[in-house]
C-alpha cells in the first residue's frame, strides 16, 4: 500500500501544474520589484523620488496628461524593494533571482519577466551587456557551477516531445553521444559568440544540492512577436518571411508548452550562452526581415532541470521515468508597453503596438480575474487564452511556483503617464497570490538512503587506494554497502494474482529480513571497531591536550618575546620614518638641484644653438661674397676678353689700312717695307689675365708717339701715324677714379715736359694701413720708382694696377700696366742704341720692331708695357 501512495505522490510532484486543491495550499504574493534607470541626459527631469527602500513617490509633470486631469496629486507605489539606479546587476541578480535559481535547483519552479515602457532598461535587466551581464547569463552561470559535479552524461534524459522526458541507459547514451560527434565531425557549425565574456563572470554555487541526483540541462528560446510564438533555436535556414509558428499545448500533467519547440541539452554554461546568442542573432535577423525591432516581442528563454536519484550504489540513475523531478525557470523579457498616440506609430509599427498592448492587457485582466478569484472566493474565468503568453504561463498562477516581476522604469517626466500605468499594473500583480511549491524526496520515499553518491564515491576511492603498493599492509574492511536490496515488486493487488504478488512479497520481505540481521551484525562489528578506535582516539587526543598545554606555554613565551619584538619593531619604524622623512627632503633637494641643472643645460643649449644659428648666417653671407667676388673675377674676365677682341679687330683694321699705304706707295714709287706681320713687328702686348699668356700686339700700338713701322734696312725714316690706343693712355693718361700714388720719399725731379699726373689722387710714401687702398674711393694704384740704368740715365718706372676688394674685406692689386719715362741725350750714340732698349723691362723684354722717331724735339720717350 506504502507503494501506491508514493507513487501518488510522484505523480503530483512531477509538474509545476497544479489542480484546484493547491488552494489549501500555502501561497506567497507575486513578488514584485522595481529598478529604475539612470537618466539618460543632464537636463531631463525626474519624476521619481525613492523615499524608502519599498517605497516610491511620482509627482506628475505639468505635461502629464494625469495632470490634467488629477492636477498635481503624488502618488506612492510599494514594492518588495526598489533598486535606485546606481544598483549592480550583481545586486539585482542576488536579490531578485537567485532564490529562483535556489528553487530550480531544488525542483521548484519559477517565473520572472521584466515589465516596463520601451527603453526603461528591461533587456538590459534581462540580458545586460558582454561586460556587465544581466539575469539570465548569471543564472546559467550558477547552476552550471551549482551542478557541474553532479550531471548525467548527455541523452541520459532525452525529450519526449511532449513536455517530459525519457531515461536512456549508458549504452543508448552512449550511442546518441558518439552519433552527436559524427554529425559535428561533418560540419555542424558552432555557434560560439565574441561575447561569451559574460561567461567569465565569477559567481558561487547555490547551498543544498541533492547529491544524490543526477542532473541535467534544457533551454527552450522562443519569441512572441504579433501574438504568435517563434522557435529561436530551431535548427535551418535563418528565419524568413514563412516563418513557422508555433503552438502551445497542454501536456499530460495540465502543463502549457510550446510544441515542436527546440530544447537543446546543455552541458555547460559557454554550451548555454552559445544557444541564447543564436537565438538572439536568429531573432535579429527575422527582425531585420520583417523590419520590426526587438522591443516589438516578448522572448521567453526557459531553462528546465530535470533531476533524477542514482540507485542504491550510487552509481547510474534509476530507470524509473516516474521518479524524474522537473523544474523549470522561465525568464521573460516583456515587449515594451507604450501609448501609440505619443508614438505616433503607424502601419506595421502601429500592428505591433496593438498587439503588445493587447497581449499585456490580457496579463493584466488574467492577474486582475486571479486576484479577485482569491480574494473573494469567486470563481471567474481568467482570459489565458486570449494571449500567448498569458497562455503559456498559465501554470505559474494556476499551479505552482515563484513568481517575481521587476518593474524597469525611466524616472523621466516624460515617460510619466506610461509608467503610472506599469505602476497601476505592479500594484495589482503584487496582490496576486501563487501557491508555493512543494518537493518531495522521491529517495526517501522508496526506501533509499541519502549519501549513495558519497558513499559510492569514497568505496571507489578506497578501492583504488587498495590497489596501490603503499596500502597493501592496511587492514581495511570496505564491508557490506548498506541497502536492504532492490526495489519492492509490483505491489498491486489484482483477484488473479494477489496469491502470487503475496509470495513473492514475503519472499522480499523475508530477503530483506535477513539482510537487515547481517546488516546488524556488520554493523555490530563496526560499532565495537569503532568504539575502540574512538578508546584509542581518546588517548591520542589526552596525550594532544597535554602537549597542548606545554605548547601553550612555549606559545605564551613566544608571544612575549614577540611583544618585545614589536616594540623594538615600532621604535625602529620609528628611526625608519624619521629617516624617510629626511630622504624625501633630501630626494626634493636633489630633485630641485636638478631642475636647476636642468633649466642651466637647456640655457647652454640654447646658447649653443644661437651660436650655430649665427655661424650658419656667416657663413651663408661668407658664401654670398665669395660668389660675388667670383662674379666679379668672370666680369673683369669677360671685359678683358671683350677688349682683347676689340684689339684684334683693330689690329685687322690697321693691317687692311698699311696695305692700302703699301699700295699708295708703291702707286707713288715708294719702296717702304712694312713688316709683314704681327710677329715681324716683334712688339707683344699683352694684357693681364691670371694665367693667361701674354697675347702679342703690334708695337706701333704700344708706343704713343710711335710712327709708322720703319724697316731697319731702310736708310730714311719717316713719322708714322700716331695711332690711339684707347687702353693705352699717354701720360696725364692717368684717368679721373681714385688714384693712391705710392711714391718714394724723394722723388729725382726730373723737369720733363711729361710729367705724369693723377688727379683726385691720393699720395702715399708707405702703405701702413690696409685702409690705404681698401676703402670705396680707391681703385686704381700706381707705385712710382726710380732707378738708373747702365748708362747712368734715370729711369722712372710708374707699375700701374686695379684695386679690387677681396671677400675678407681687404683688397688686392691687380697690376697691369707699367709706364717707363726714361730721358737720355740725343748726342750720345750710345743712348740711340740704347734706345731699343727701352722697351725692354725687367725680365720680361719686348723687341720693337720701329724705333721711336729721332727727333730732337722727342727727347722724351714713353712706352707701355703690358705685364702679369
Ligand atoms: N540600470 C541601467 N543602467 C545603465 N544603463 C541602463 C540601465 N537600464 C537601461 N539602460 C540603458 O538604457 C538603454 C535602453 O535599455 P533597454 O534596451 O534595456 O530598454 P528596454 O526596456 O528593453 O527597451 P525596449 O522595450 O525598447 O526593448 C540601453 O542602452 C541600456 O544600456
Not at 161 to 177: P, S, T, V, W
Not at 420 to 431: G, P, S, T
Not at 735 to 762: I, Q
Request: net charge positive; aromatic share 6%.
Amino acid at each position: 500500500m506504502k507503494s501506491v501512495k508514493s507513487k501518488q505522490r510522484l505523480n503530483e510532484m512531477r509538474t509545476p501544474a497544479r489542480s484546484k486543491q493547491n488552494l489549501a495550499q500555502d501561497r506567497d504574493p507575486v513578488q514584485v520589484y522595481c529598478r529604475l534607470r539612470p537618466m539618460q541626459r543632464e537636463s531631463d527631469v525626474s519624476c521619481m523620488k525613492i523615499i524608502s527602500p519599498t517605497t516610491l513617490l511620482l509627482t506628475p509633470p505639468a505635461t502629464a496628461l494625469s495632470y490634467r486631469n488629477e492636477g498635481s496629486k503624488t502618488m506612492k507605489y510599494t514594492f518588495k524593494e526598489i533598486f535606485p539606479p546606481e544598483a549592480s546587476q550583481q545586486e539585482v541578480f542576488d536579490k531578485v533571482s537567485l532564490p529562483l535559481v535556489e528553487g530550480l535547483i531544488k525542483g521548484k519552479n519559477g517565473l520572472l519577466f521584466t515589465y516596463g515602457v520601451t527603453g526603461s532598461g528591461k533587456t538590459f535587466t534581462m540580458t545586460g551587456e558582454p561586460q556587465n551581464c544581466g539575469i539570465l547569463p548569471r543564472c546559467l552561470n550558477i547552476i552550471f557551477k551549482t551542478i557541474n559535479d553532479f550531471q548525467a552524461h548527455k541523452y541520459v534524459f532525452k525529450p519526449d516531445k511532449m513536455n517530459m522526458f525519457d531515461i536512456q541507459n549508458e549504452a543508448e547514451a552512449m550511442l546518441e553521444r558518439q552519433q552527436e560527434l559524427h554529425k559535428f565531425k561533418t560540419g555542424k557549425k558552432n555557434n560560439s559568440n565574441p561575447d561569451l565574456a559574460m561567461a567569465s563572470t565569477d559567481i558561487t554555487k547555490v547551498e543544498g544540492i541533492n547529491e544524490d541526483n543526477q542532473y541535467a540541462v534544457f533551454v527552450t528560446y522562443v519569441e512572441i512577436y504579433n501574438n504568435s510564438v517563434f522557435d529561436l533555436l530551431e535548427d535551418g535556414p535563418p528565419i524568413s518571411r514563412n516563418l513557422p509558428v508555433k503552438i502551445i499545448r497542454e501536456d499530460a500533467a495540465h502543463n502549457m508548452y510550446v510544441h515542436g519547440v527546440t530544447e537543446i541539452e546543455i552541458k555547460s554554461a559557454e554550451d548555454a550562452f552559445d544557444a541564447f546568442y543564436l537565438g538572439l542573432k536568429r531573432k535579429r535577423m527575422a527582425h531585420t526581415t520583417l523590419n520590426a525591432e526587438s522591443s516589438r516581442s516578448h522572448s521567453v528563454f526557459t531553462i528546465r532541470l530535470v533531476q533524477a536519484p542514482v540507485d542504491e550504489m550510487g552509481e547510474a540513475v534509476i530507470q524509473n521515468k516516474k521518479f524524474l523531478n522537473i523544474s523549470q525557470l522561465s525568464l521573460v523579457d516583456l515587449a515594451g508597453s507604450e501609448r501609440t498616440n505619443r508614438t505616433k506609430n503607424t502601419g506595421q509599427r502601429l500592428r505591433e503596438a496593438g498587439n503588445i498592448n493587447k497581449s499585456l492587457m490580457t496579463l493584466r485582466t488574467c492577474l486582475e480575474a486571479l486576484r479577485e478569484n482569491q480574494i473573494n472566493g469567486a470563481n471567474n474565468m481568467v482570459p489565458y487564452r486570449e494571449s500567448k503568453i498569458t497562455h503559456l504561463f498559465k501554470n505559474f498562477f494556476e499551479g505552482e511556483g515563484q513568481v517575481r516581476m521587476i518593474v524597469c522604469a525611466n524616472p523621466r517626466a516624460e515617460d510619466y503617464d506610461e509608467t503610472l500605468q506599469v505602476m497601476r499594473f505592479a500594484e495589482m500583480a503584487a496582490e496576486v497570490e501563487v501557491a508555493k511549491p512543494q518537493v518531495i524526496d522521491v529517495a526517501t520515499t522508496i526506501g533509499l538512503m541519502s549519501g549513495r553518491r558519497k558513499a559510492n564515491r569514497l568505496f571507489t576511492t578506497a578501492r583504488d587506494n587498495m590497489a596501490r603498493p603503499e596500502a597493501k599492509d592496511l587492514d581495511l574492511d570496505l564491508g557490506l554497502v548498506y541497502s536492504l536490496g532492490p526495489d519492492f515488486p509490483s505491489l498491486e493487488l489484482n483477484s488473479s494474482q494477489a496469491a502470487h504478488i503475496i509470495k513473492e512479497l514475503m519472499a522480499h520481505l523475508e530477503m530483506r529480513i535477513s539482510r537487515r540481521e547481517t546488516l546488524k551484525r556488520s554493523k555490530a562489528v563496526k560499532d565495537e571497531r569503532l568504539r575502540s578506535a574512538l578508546l584509542d582516539l581518546e588517548k591520542e587526543s589526552l596525550e594532544v591536550r597535554s602537549e597542548n598545554s606545554s605548547l601553550r606555554g612555549q606559545l605564551a613565551a613566544s608571544e612575549r618575546r614577540i611583544r618585545a619584538l614589536e616594540e623594538r619593531l615600532t621604535a625602529t619604524e620609528n628611526a625608519s620614518l624619521t629617516h624617510q622623512r629626511k630622504l624625501a627632503e633630501m630626494t626634493e633637494y636633489t630633485s630641485s638641484l636638478k631642475r636647476d641643472l636642468q633649466e642651466k643645460e637647456y640655457l647652454l643649449n640654447q646658447n649653443k644653438f644661437e651660436k650655430e644659428k649665427q655661424k650658419k648666417i656667416l657663413e651663408r653671407k661668407y658664401n654670398h661674397k665669395i660668389a660675388a667676388e667670383q662674379e666679379k673675377a668672370k666680369e673683369i674676365n669677360t671685359e678683358k676678353e671683350r677688349l682683347r677682341n676689340a684689339v684684334e679687330e683693330k689690329e685687322n683694321c690697321l693691317r687692311k689700312v698699311k696695305e692700302a699705304l703699301n699700295v699708295d706707295m708703291a702707286d707713288r714709287g715708294d719702296n717702304f717695307d712694312y713688316p709683314r706681320s704681327t710677329t715681324e713687328i716683334g712688339a707683344q702686348t699683352s694684357h693681364f689675365t691670371p694665367g693667361s699668356t701674354p697675347r702679342a700686339l703690334p708695337a706701333h700700338l704700344l708706343t704713343p708717339f710711335s710712327s709708322a713701322p720703319q724697316s731697319r734696312d731702310t736708310p730714311t725714316s719717316r713719322r708714322g701715324v700716331a695711332v690711339a690706343n684707347p687702353r693705352h693712355r699717354r701720360s696725364l693718361s692717368a684717368d679721373g677714379r681714385g688714384w693712391v700714388e705710392h711714391a718714394p720719399n724723394k722723388l729725382v725731379p726730373m723737369g720733363t715736359v711729361m710729367k705724369p699726373s693723377m688727379t683726385n689722387s691720393k699720395i702715399v710714401n708707405k702703405l701702413t694701413t690696409v685702409k690705404d687702398i681698401a676703402n670705396s674711393k680707391t681703385s686704381k694704384y700706381c707705385l712710382i720708382s726710380q732707378e738708373q740704368d747702365t748708362d747712368g740715365e734715370l729711369e722712372t718706372k710708374l707699375y700701374k694696377g686695379d684695386v679690387v676688394p677681396t671677400c675678407g674685406g681687404g683688397a688686392q692689386v691687380i697690376f697691369n700696366d707699367v709706364e717707363m719715362l726714361k730721358q737720355f741725350s740725343p748726342t750720345r750714340e750710345s743712348q740711340r742704341l740704347s734706345s731699343n732698349s727701352c722697351a725692354r723691362h725687367s725680365g720680361k723684354r719686348r723687341d720693337t720692331a720701329s724705333s721711336p722717331p729721332q727727333t730732337p724735339s722727342n727727347t722724351s720717350k714713353k712706352q707701355r708695357v703690358d705685364d702679369e
